[in-house]
């Protein structure tokens, strides 16, 4: 996922100078606590931020149009006031004199390798699709496997449904990728799949599962999506989920472990990893979602060519191909040129065109809506 903030680099260096900022504080001393964000029952957000050397400061937010800025108040703490903000869950960040950085007040933050932005909820008059409600919850669980094509131990989240702990039932298993630059810890923290979830299997529209949260990063930076580069990175994403990955959650969790209860998805990055990997091996995965991603005619010709070869099988095959994107999303010209190739090859898939850009927030949106399908 790409987000315009600085690199985390200056990140750094930003939040040393704000410490040295603190510290020159009188011996004794302790500037009062500030509470930022507040949200305010006209939807309307208070941002606050402690900076009395700088010069500058604004706030950038996924539900703003543009950075506004801050004005700053005789004990050096500025404040903004926006609003109303459409319910969600949004990402943000403070530039301070140009530099990005979170929100220090907010102990929310969306977890990514590069900018450190914060997150802020607007709730809306109905309990949203990840509010946590008063129903039975799932567990979340980090564990640890060694990657063999990387060579080293990697991070994995594991969510297990509610009643899981006492139970001796075996379930699906869906293994969700999030994206470029996003770690393990996104679609539990910004994706917030764990609520989704336990609120849609309380009301019986999605099966009970296991969902597996890898940290798709194969390589230092991404090349991009039209390069041969990329199709060796989902290669390696490939082997490694079905090297590693899939034979440890099977041997230290209950899942069914066929086709039939197997689907793979994914955001941005994400979903092409899952595009590949399932495309790559249909006789373990009967379940395949896009978010916002998608593969190139000649990397799906190149490395799937029986998949077109023989549509009709591939569709008895595929319980579910599913594919979204947002109007504004930056990969939406690739999305829809892919959703193109799929009707030219006389692959069946279902779609989902939404209003929005290359946002979490449609990510969220897309998870919601696929949750109800798989494993039906």
């Not at 640890?144 to 039932?169: C, E, F, M, Q, W």
């Not at 029986?306 to 690739?334: C, H």
């Amino acid at each position: 996922m790409k987000i315009s903030l600085p690199s985390a680099l200056r990140c750094i260096v930003c939040s040393l100078g704000l410490t040295l900022t603190l510290s020159a504080q009188p011996s004794g001393s302790r500037p009062p606590p500030i509470d930022s964000p507040v949200v305010h029952p006209d939807r309307t957000a208070t941002f606050k931020f402690r900076a009395p050397n700088a010069q500058k400061v604004e706030l950038s937010g996924q539900f703003l149009r543009s950075s506004q800025p801050l004005q700053k108040d005789e004990s050096g703490v500025w404040s903004i006031t926006v609003g109303p903000i459409e319910p969600n869950l949004y990402p943000y960040n403070f530039v301070v004199d140009g530099l990005g950085v979170a929100d220090p007040a907010n102990q929310d933050i969306f977890p990514n390798e590069r900018f450190k932005a914060s997150l802020v909820d607007i709730p809306g008059e109905q309990p949203s699709m990840y509010a946590v409600r008063d129903v039975p919850h799932g567990e979340l669980t980090t564990c640890y496997y060694h990657s063999k094509p990387l060579n080293r131990t990697r991070p994995l989240i594991v969510y297990t449904p509610p009643g899981y702990r006492a139970g001796t039932d075996k379930y699906p298993a869906f293994y969700l990728v999030s994206g470029t630059t996003d770690t393990e810890e996104t679609w539990v923290k910004v994706g917030r799949v764990n609520f989704i979830l336990d609120n849609l299997i309380a009301a019986k529209r999605a099966v009970p599962m296991i969902v597996v949260m890898p940290y798709g990063n194969m390589m230092m930076g991404m090349p991009r999506p039209d390069t041969p580069e990329v199709a060796g990175m989902y290669q390696v994403f490939n082997e490694e989920l079905l090297g590693n990955i899939l034979p440890y959650v099977e041997a230290n969790y209950r899942v069914i472990a066929d086709r039939e209860h197997r689907a793979i998805a994914g955001f941005s990055r994400g979903g092409g990893q899952s595009l590949f990997t399932g495309f790559n091996n249909l006789d373990q995965f009967a379940y395949i979602g896009s978010y916002s991603a998608y593969l190139t005619a000649a990397v799906f010709d190149k490395h799937f060519p029986r998949v077109s070869a023989d549509p009709a099988a591939t569709n008895r095959q595929l319980k579910l191909l599913w594919l979204g994107v947002g109007k504004s999303d930056f990969l939406y010209p690739q999305a829809i040129a892919f959703m193109d190739l799929m009707k030219e090859r006389k692959l069946e898939h279902r779609t989902l065109i939404t209003e929005g850009g290359h946002t979490w927030m449609n990510a969220r949106h897309y998870l919601y809506e696929t949750l109800q399908l798989y494993f039906k």
